[in-house]
């Protein structure tokens, strides 16, 4: 059977059944179109689109757990290669925290570790901010100790915000910028533990921004260039997460 060459564990026949019957054909499909056309039966695609349309198809994670340990790593494989087709970071874990807030606190904390070097010597709240949640993923930390990790990154990241425009506007601070960025992608990923909430987005920005003020001073065309092009990479990085994606069912 065919599969499709991106999508590499989606039969070719489902995805057109599920993505190619849109006026005009998309050629960025969400996540969850994707993800419907990973669970059908490729025998039975094109009937299943016409009378279930995407929102008819079982696709969550535990649907596909409940097919066995084999279909949901193909799962997680599929979400991993759908990050690599958006534009940017952001835009990718918006639609992941929309689709499974428990991956998406995990993809957050890979996110906002690639910013581990930014932070400020001595001031590990931002890392016990990230192994909190990251503990909460797999069932081994409490709502209650994700909020006081969460408090404390984001403690450190007003913190550092003020010492780094404390000399504004002769000049900023960049290693304090940097630092605050970082403790605000550490702040979210516990607090979206401790909340059930959707951080995901603002928490790849934050990075990218972190990378930017290490670089230049906010608003200056490097800063921008700098985030933009973060962004963009960051999608590895998010790919990758998902195939380390810990919680086994």
């Known amino acids: 059977m065919k599969m499709h060459k991106t999508f590499t564990r989606i039969p070719q026949r489902s995805y057109e059944a599920f993505v190619g019957n849109f006026n005009p054909p998309l050629f960025n499909p969400t996540l969850h179109q994707t993800l419907a056309a990973l669970a059908v039966d490729p025998l039975e695609a094109e009937d299943a689109w016409k009378i279930f349309g995407v929102d008819g198809i079982p696709h969550s994670l535990e649907n596909f757990a409940d097919r066995g340990r084999v279909a949901y790593r193909q799962a997680l494989e599929t979400i991993s290669q759908w990050v690599m087709t958006r534009s940017s970071a952001d835009i990718a874990m918006g639609e992941i925290a ?3 807030s ?26 016990k901010a990230i192994e909190t949640a990251e503990r909460w993923v797999i069932g081994r930390a409490t709502p209650a100790e994700c909020g006081a990790a969460s408090d404390a990154a984001d403690a450190s990241s007003t913190e550092n915000y003020a010492i780094g425009e404390a000399m504004y506007p002769v000049r900023y601070d960049r290693r304090a ?10 702040m979210e990923s516990a607090r979206a533990a401790m909340e059930n909430n959707q951080f995901g987005a603002q928490n790849a920005m934050d990075v990218a921004m972190a990378y930017a003020s290490a670089k230049a001073d906010p608003g200056a065309s490097a800063w921008n260039d700098t985030r933009v092009a973060e962004l963009y990479r ?16």
């Open 98 to 100: 929309a689709y499974d």
């Open 102 to 127: 428990r991956l998406e606190v995990w993809l957050s904390c890979a996110v906002a570790r690639e910013a581990l070097p930014l932070a400020q010597k001595n001031d590990d709240r931002p890392l």
């Open 234 to 249: 960051l999608r590895e990085v998010v790919a990758a997460a998902c195939l380390s994606y810990p919680v086994i069912p």
């Open 177 to 186: 910028m940097a630092a605050a960025g970082l403790a605000s992608a550490a």
